[in-house]
Nanobody, 126 residues
Framework: QVQLVESGGGLVQAGGSLRLSCATSGRAFSPYTMGWFRQGPGKEREFVAAINWNGENILYEDSVKGRFTISRDNAKNTVYLQMNNLKPEDTAIYYC???????????????????WGQGTQVTVSS
């Protein structure tokens, strides 16, 4: 059974930084695209960033470009989301997710991701 566990969320002031981690178990990690999504208060879950299996194909949602960086360490079965210059509008529960089949290109679509973590709360105060 594939399990994803996020960590690293918390409360931070605007302009601050956080690094989220997502540890994966239950199957091989390296062949699969990983994604980060978020769901703010009263909003639908939305795409944030995704990275393909070897880190050479990366996508970002427009509002986080230049502020967030997704990366992965295949030796540690972990994907990261470095978030800098955080804004109050980044407040959300952040979820990591992975696709069902290996070596797929990254996607911004929720439906392309089969396994999900439980989420970690990020709160940015103004």
């Amino acid at each position: 059974q594939v399990q994803l566990v996020e960590s690293g969320g918390g409360l931070v002031q605007a302009g601050g930084s956080l690094r989220l981690s997502c540890a994966t178990s239950g199957r091989a990690f390296s062949p699969y695209t990983m994604g980060w999504f978020r769901q703010g208060p009263g909003k639908e879950r939305e795409f944030v960033a995704a990275i393909n299996w070897n880190g050479e194909n990366i996508l970002y949602e427009d509002s986080v470009k230049g502020r967030f960086t997704i990366s992965r360490d295949n030796a540690k079965n972990t994907v990261y989301l470095q978030m800098n210059n955080l804004k109050p509008e980044d407040t959300a529960i952040y979820y990591c997710a992975t696709q069902q089949f290996p070596f797929l290109i990254p996607s911004t679509e929720l439906g392309q991701y089969h396994y999900w973590g439980q989420g970690t709360q990020v709160t940015v105060s103004s």
